[in-house]
């Protein structure tokens, strides 16, 4: 063998050496991204009778120092399922089971006409969005519920408070 192509080669495997070992130390150095927003949720009636709407507002509040992107929805309102998932949980502690409408968005087997666009929210500002919990769960039954909230999509691993909604006959 040359001492050129010796040369070469050497060079080579010493360049890829250090491109692995820089990007090694990238990722091991790469500090974790800061939460930039919170969820918080409520429910206007914590106590509803069976076959009524149980609306709850997800309040996205940006925490960061700057201003965050985010999704506002325009028309019609209570499409927050589009958003954000909800957890719901019976006494249990078993997850309630979805209508077919729920498990078609949590799928992305459905389409739901609605008007949207990207925003921003500056640092302490709040958005409110709403979720119809029945229209994504059975909640028919009498009894006790426990709601949690999370983002989607960009806010996904983000989750809300959790709150008790009490279903009556």
């Known amino acids: 063998m040359s001492n050129k192509v010796l040369v070469v080669a050497l060079a080579v495997q ?17 500090a ?9 949720i409520r429910c206007r009636q914590n106590q509803v009778k069976a076959g009524s709407d149980i609306s709850v507002e997800v309040v996205e509040t940006n925490t ?9 929805i325009t028309k019609p309102p209570g499409l927050g399922e589009l958003l954000y998932r909800a957890y719901v949980r019976n006494e249990k502690g078993d997850l309630v089971p979805e209508t077919e409408y729920g498990r078609e968005i949590r799928t992305g087997e459905v389409a739901v006409g609605s008007s949207s666009f990207l925003g921003s929210l ?4 709040s958005k409110i969005d709403t979720l119809i919990l ?3 769960y059975d909640l028919s039954q009498p009894g006790k519920y426990t709601v949690q909230v999370e983002g989607g ?3 996904a691993g983000t989750k ?6 009490v279903v009556t006959k």
């Open 153 to 155: 999509d960009a806010k």
């Open 160 to 165: 809300s408070n959790t709150i008790t909604v």
């Open 64 to 72: 960061s120092l700057h201003e965050i992107d985010t999704v506002f």
């Open 14 to 30: 010493i360049q890829a050496v250090f491109v692995c070992s820089s990007d090694a130390q990238e990722r091991a150095y790469k």
């Open 122 to 125: 500056k640092p302490g500002q």
């Open 32 to 40: 974790p991204r800061a939460v930039e927003h919170s969820l918080t």
């Open 134 to 136: 029945n229209k994504l």
